[in-house]
């Protein structure tokens, strides 16, 4: 059995810096694209950040420039680095992997940032 588990996730300060981690682990042979998503009520899940296994990285707009995915495939954790924090980006952050050719959700983890 696969399990993502998000953590890194809390309340800061508009301008201040989070660092989201997401761990896989269970029967694991191989992980290709991880993501990033977030979603706040009402709205869609909306896609934050995508970094392929090679390391191939795209960023949803609302993040670009403040916002860094990585990978430790020795480790099979992903993380994002998100700076310049903005109220607007309060939101459930969940992470997604492609692990074993099929697609895995974590539970998710908030994100509350105060103005």
């Known amino acids: 059995q696969v399990q993502l588990v998000e953590s890194g996730g809390g309340l800061v300060q508009a301008g201040g810096s989070l660092k989201l981690s997401c761990a896989a682990s269970?029967?694991?042979?191989?992980?290709?694209?991880m993501s990033w998503y977030r979603q706040v009520p009402g709205k869609q899940r909306e896609l934050v950040a995508v970094i392929t296994r090679g390391g191939s990285r795209n960023y949803g707009d609302s993040v670009k420039g403040r916002s860094t995915i990585s990978r430790d495939n020795a480790k099979n954790t992903m993380y994002l680095q998100m700076n310049s924090l903005k109220p607007e980006d309060t939101a459930v952050y969940y992470c997604?992997?492609?692990?074993?050719?099929?697609?895995?959700w974590g539970q998710g983890t908030q994100v509350t940032v105060s103005s």
């Open positions: 269970g029967s694991i042979f191989s992980i290709n694209t």
């Open positions: 997604n992997a492609n692990i074993n050719l099929v697609s895995y």
